[in-house]
């Protein structure tokens, strides 16, 4: 099982950045995908999550109508564009899958580094 995220990269405050992760050796499309993060000194929190079938969305207060997460089962990839980025977002962004019934993530990724600086 694999979960390999790409996107990350220094970028200003007010930029826009797209996040991928694609998984491989498990049932992409039956799983719960999220979007976590966890910045220097903190601890990590869930950013965002996609259910499916469906799609349903949800997001954390801090990134609410700037992030929007999205899954395309056809490519096992799910994406978070991040728009209106501010210094706080800096962060190490892991995708996490976990099936349906399971409340904790069962998969994690190694994580990519996302930096807003001027």
């Known amino acids: 099982v694999q979960l390999v995220e790409s996107g990350g990269a220094l970028v200003q405050p007010g930029g826009s950045l797209r996040l991928s992760c694609e998984g491989s050796?498990?049932?992409?499309?039956?799983?719960?995908m999220s979007w976590n993060r966890q910045a220097p000194g903190k601890q990590r929190e869930l950013v965002a999550v996609i259910f499916s079938p469906g799609g349903t969305t949800n997001y954390a207060d801090s990134v609410k109508g700037r992030f929007t997460i999205s899954r395309d089962d056809a490519k096992n990839t799910v994406y978070l564009q991040m728009n209106s980025l501010k210094p706080e977002d800096t962060a190490v962004y892991y995708c996490?899958?976990?099936?349906?019934?399971?409340?904790?993530?069962?998969?994690w990724g190694e994580g990519t580094q996302v930096t807003v600086s001027s």
């Open positions: 050796g498990f049932t992409f499309s039956t799983y719960v």
């Open positions: 996490a899958a976990r099936p349906i019934w399971n409340s904790n993530p069962r998969y």
